[in-house]
């Protein structure tokens, strides 16, 4: 049963540059969640993504946008990196609200830094 | 305002014993879900345990078991018998059913030394 997967590990930017990260769902799972995570830190959401649009977000600039296919893959894109951008990001799935239990599942993660 | 506390910035225990660490968090909703994830130095998160508000009934997943008391929004998280595979940082999160998001606390480092 493969898990969460996000690509790739690590990542070196600077500042201005534009990022994608990349995630792949739990097999059967059709729910994304994006969130970063800053040093010393517990994770902040993001946003979240089901049937390819995007169904609720969190308290972050319009420079981070996203993307879910129809595959149920997800794409994280951040534009005009800022320094602040330096994080972990983590991607997690679940199954839509409804169809089954309330838990999220996360991948490795995908380092930033932005120098 | 929604929110999670977690009062112990670092912990320790040895081997074997038994450790509790505790959870706080704030919120008016009555349908939510709470979860204990474990991040290892591999940076991984992993769902440890999870916990239906509505449920009286307190999780345990093997050697990990909660303390759910509702009335006084309290979640704390019970490792028995300790093992140095436990070492990481443990974070404390709830998730409401009509928002589908989790909301961590800032998190617990755990240290189990042989």
């Known amino acids: 049963d493969a898990g969460v997967t996000q690509s790739p590990t690590h990542l070196i930017k600077t500042r201005g540059q534009q990022v994608t990260l990349r995630c792949s769902p739990k097999?059967?799972?059709?729910?994304v969640s994006w969130y970063q995570q800053a040093l010393g830190q517990g994770p902040q959401f993001i946003f979240q993504y089901y049937e390819e649009e995007e169904r609720q977000r969190g308290n972050f600039p319009d420079r981070f946008s996203g993307h879910q296919f129809p595959n149920y893959s997800s794409e994280l894109n951040v534009n005009a990196l800022l320094l602040g951008d330096s994080a972990l990001y983590l991607c997690a799935s679940s199954l839509a609200v409804g169809q089954g239990p309330r838990e999220q599942y996360f991948g490795p993660g995908t380092r930033l830094t932005v120098t | 305002a929604q929110t999670v506390t977690q009062s112990q910035p670092e912990m320790s225990v040895q081997e074997a014993e038994t450790v509790t660490l505790s959870c706080t968090y704030d919120t008016s909703e009555s349908n939510y879900y709470l979860f204990w994830y474990k991040q290892p130095p591999s940076r991984q998160m992993i769902l440890v345990i999870r916990?239906?508000?509505?449920?009286?009934q307190n999780a345990t997943e093997n050697r990990f078991s909660v303390n759910f008391q509702k009335a006084a929004k309290s979640f704390s998280l019970k490792i028995s018998d300790s093992q140095l595979g436990d070492t990481a940082m443990y974070f404390c999160?709830?998730?409401?059913?009509?928002?589908?998001?989790?909301?961590f606390g800032t998190g617990t480092r755990l240290q189990v030394f042989p």
């Open positions: 916990q239906e508000a509505y449920k009286q």
């Open positions: 097999s059967g799972h059709d729910t």
């Open positions: 999160a709830f998730l409401f059913e009509s928002t589908d998001k989790l909301i």
